[in-house]
């Protein structure tokens, strides 16, 4: 496998809140306060990390920075729910404007967007051809409004929205023209190669997630059988290299195509009951994650089908 050297890997490696159970999806499970996860991340030597859910850090731009320069942490980015499909952007239109802003004063570089039918994640509509076509130009005027504050915006495939499944990533390719986040778990969970993606369109991915999945467990989500927080709960997520989205091949194509942002390190977790703890929990799996990029590490068999 084709790896930058270890110390590339972790100057571009940044950590995000969901490995440690820090979600923006509604109902995720218990939220770790920021003190823990910031000082456990800076002990595992990462230096940026993603944003997590508004109010989960400070609302202003300058408190996030405060927060996080006491644990020697930047900024990357933020992950951001918007509504796209509607003829009136609005209200979505003033809600990014809030995300961007604060984003920028924090320091980050990209705006994560996450096409959901409303704020309460409903359930996600089937377009038709015109809202498809309009939620792509909305998506424009988002990303010509966030690269105002200098912010890049790029489209995230998430279960749960409508750029869920492999049709809709299709879809969404041809309607908009924006850049993508390449999940390769939410991708894999939706039947689409990650792999494959980045050599289909490499051109266009602007930033990356590294997740790894179960095969196994996706398929019962996506056969309904399973929530999204069942799944997880079910071990749908693991360290990388345990799982089935071909980690391996995803970064030797990313460096061979000179994608050189940053690689966001996201293990979704949900947990639940107590805090686990200190130096135990979430940490022991983002550990072997970050052992898995930056030393030699023996790979699983992917499961295809």
Excluded: N
Aim: proline share 6%; charged share 25%.
């Amino acid at each position: 496998m084709e790896r930058d050297d270890a110390s590339g890997v972790m100057a571009r490696l940044a950590a995000a809140p969901i490995s440690w159970g820090v979600c923006e999806v509604p109902g995720w499970g218990l939220q770790l306060p920021p003190e823990r996860v910031l000082a456990e991340m800076a002990r595992l030597g990462v230096r940026a990390t993603e944003l997590g859910p508004q109010g989960w850090l400070p609302l202003d731009g300058a408190g996030v920075r405060a927060a996080l320069d006491r644990y020697g942490l930047r900024l990357v980015g933020g992950f951001v729910p918007v509504v796209v499909h509607e003829p009136d952007l609005g209200e979505t239109r003033a809600q990014a404007a809030r995300a961007a802003a604060q984003l920028a004063a924090a320091g980050a570089d990209v705006f994560v967007a996450a096409l959901v039918a409303d704020l309460r994640w409903s359930a996600p509509p089937v377009l038709d051809d015109d809202a498809l076509e309009r939620a792509g130009e909305h998506l424009r005027e988002l990303a010509d409004l966030v690269a105002g504050e200098g912010l890049l915006l790029v489209l995230h495939p998430h279960v749960g929205t409508l750029v869920e499944r492999a049709a809709d990533v299709e879809r969404a390719l041809r309607a908009t023209d924006v850049s993508w986040c390449l999940d390769t778990g939410h991708l894999l969970i939706g039947g689409v190669d990650p792999a494959e993606f980045v050599r289909r369109h490499g051109a266009r991915v602007g930033h990356v997630h590294l997740k790894d999945v179960d095969a196994a467990v996706a398929a019962r989500l996506g056969a309904g059988e399973l929530s999204l927080v069942q799944a997880t709960h079910a071990g749908l997520f693991r360290p990388l290299g345990q799982g089935d989205a071909g980690i391996d091949e995803v970064v030797a194509l990313l460096h061979r195509s000179g994608y050189d942002g940053w690689l966001v390190l996201e293990q979704d977790t949900a947990i639940t009951g107590q805090e686990p703890p200190v130096g135990r929990g979430p940490v022991l799996d983002v550990q072997a994650s970050i052992d898995y990029l930056t030393k030699p590490a023996p790979t699983r068999e992917r499961v295809t089908s």
